[in-house]
C-alpha cells in the first residue's frame, strides 16, 4: 500500500488541511529516505528501532524537539493506519514515547503597540494594496482566525446584518466569530474597493493580489512581517502571532477561557490554557517592576 492511499485518508475522512497534507508527505519521503541506510526498502517491514534511529538522526542534524515529535506524529499515524488496514500486526511507531519540550509562551505584541500599528497613516496609504494590508491586519488581529482561515475567508463568508464572519477551521470545522463595528465597516469598504478595481476576474474570496486572484500564504507572512517590524523588536512576526496577541488581549481584559476557546476554534480547553500562562507571567512582571520590595 503506498503513501498516496494514506494521504488519501487523512483527505477525505480525517479531513486534515492541505498544509498538514504537504508536511506528512514530506515527513514520510525524508523517513523513506532515511531507512536505505537502515538497509529497510519497505515502509511495512519497519521496525521500533527503525524510528528511534530515525529520531535520533534528526536531533543530530538539530532539529527541535518540537519538529522531531511532529515527525513522530506522522509516523505513528501511518503505521496505525496500516494496522487498521491489516497490513501489518503492530504499530511499530506506538512504543515510542514523544520528546519533552521546553514549554514556550506565546509570542504576542502589547495592545498599545497595535494601536499604534493600526492608526498610523504613514504605513497604510490609500492605494489597493495599502487597504488591503491595513485589512489582513485588522482581521488577524481582530478575529485571532489563523493563516489558512483569512486565505480561505471569502466575501459571502461576512455579515454585516449580524456582525459576525462565518470560519471554516481545522477539518472543516465551522465557527462564528463576532466583528466589532470598525473592522465591519473596514471589510465592507474593501468590498466595495475591490468591485471597482480592473480585474480580469472576480474572486469571491476576501483578501485578493493586486490582480485579483486569491492570496497565498507568503504574501500574508510579507504583509504582517512588514508591519510588525514598525512596532516591534520581537524575533517572532507571523500571522500566528497576532492570533497570539488576540486571545491575550481578550484574557487580559476579562474574556472567559471557554469563550476564548470557542472563538480560537481550538478542540480543547488545554490548548487555550496556554494564555493563563502568558497572563500570568505578564503580572510578575507588572509585580517585579512596580512593588517596592520585588
Known sequence: ??????????????????????????????????????????????????????????????????????????????????????????????????????????????????????????????????????????????????????????????????SVVKVLGKRSKERIIPLHQTLLKEIEEFISLKTLQNFDNKSPYLIVTNKGEQAYPKLIYRVVTSCLNEISTKEKKSPHVLRHSFASSLLNRGADLNAIKELLGHASLAATQVYTHSSIERLKSIYKQAHPRA
Do not use: W
Open 1 to 162: 500500500m503506498s503513501t498516496n492511499d494514506f494521504l488519501t485518508y487523512l483527505k477525505h475522512e480525517k479531513r486534515y488541511s492541505p498544509h498538514t497534507l504537504t508536511s506528512y508527505q514530506k515527513d514520510l519521503a525524508q523517513f523513506e529516505e532515511f531507512l536505505v541506510d537502515e538497509q529497510v526498502t519497505n515502509l511495512s517491514h519497519v521496525k521500533t528501532t527503525n524510528i528511534k534511529n530515525f529520531l535520533v538522526h534528526l536531533l543530530q542534524h538539530h532539529l527541535t524537539e518540537a519538529a522531531v515529535n511532529r515527525k513522530l506524529s506522522c509516523l505513528k499515524s501511518y503505521y496505525k493506519f496500516l494496522q487498521r488496514e491489516g497490513i501489518i500486526e503492530t504499530n511499530p511507531a506506538s512504543l515510542v514515547k514523544a520528546l519533552k519540550t521546553p514549554k514556550r509562551l506565546p509570542v504576542f505584541i502589547e495592545e498599545v503597540k497595535m494601536d499604534q500599528l493600526l492608526d498610523s497613516d504613514e504605513l497604510f496609504d490609500d492605494s489597493f494594496s495599502g487597504k488591503r494590508n491595513k485589512l489582513i491586519i485588522e482581521v488577524l488581529f481582530g478575529t485571532g482566525m489563523r493563516l489558512a482561515e483569512l486565505i480561505n475567508l471569502k466575501d459571502k463568508d461576512v455579515s454585516s446584518y449580524e
